[in-house]
């Protein structure tokens, strides 16, 4: 699930994650996300900071705070550089944007796990 209000950054990410192992549900609405994800229970989130109404780090809060979308791993992806009190949040790694193909898959495979034999 990638939660980021700029439908640029969403395409992005859809492209980034075409062919592999992922799929890319996008949502911009940040509120609609936190539904979206007790609905259809994603592997990872990658959280923007930076959304319009609710803001990123409103949305890891109640992501970390909900029982049922506690232990699903947070990428926090932003250009804003807070990578130490995003791990602190609660997120369980942190891109800074731009961000490349390579480096989403690589922290997407490490929190995931392997790709089943």
Same mark, same amino acid.
């Not at 990410?13 to 509120?31: N, S, V």
């Given at each position: 699930?990638?939660?980021?209000?700029?439908?640029?950054?969403?395409?992005?990410?859809?492209?980034?994650?075409?062919?592999?192992?992922?799929?890319?549900?996008?949502?911009?609405? &940040?509120?609609?996300?936190?539904?979206?994800?007790?609905?259809?229970?994603?592997?990872?989130?990658?959280?923007?900071?930076?959304?319009?109404?609710?803001?990123?780090?409103?949305?890891?809060?109640?992501?970390?705070?909900?029982?049922?979308?506690?232990?699903?791993?947070?990428?926090?992806?932003?250009?804003? &550089?807070?990578?130490?009190?995003?791990?602190?949040?609660?997120?369980?790694?942190?891109?800074?944007?731009?961000?490349?193909?390579?480096?989403?898959?690589?922290?997407?495979?490490?929190?995931?796990?392997?790709?089943?034999?």
């Amino acid at each position: 699930l990638v939660i980021d209000d700029n439908s640029d950054t969403l395409r992005l990410f859809q492209r980034c994650l075409a062919g592999t192992r992922y799929a890319c549900m996008g949502i911009g609405d &940040p509120e609609q996300a936190l539904a979206l994800a007790l609905k259809r229970p994603p592997r990872a989130v990658v959280l923007d900071l930076m959304l319009s109404g609710t803001d990123g780090w409103e949305v890891l809060a109640r992501l970390r705070e909900h029982p049922r979308l506690r232990d699903i791993p947070i990428v926090v992806c932003s250009i804003i &550089p807070q990578e130490e009190l995003a791990l602190a949040s609660g997120a369980a790694a942190f891109l800074r944007k731009p961000v490349s193909r390579l480096a989403l898959l690589d922290v997407l495979d490490r929190l995931v796990g392997p790709a089943a034999p």
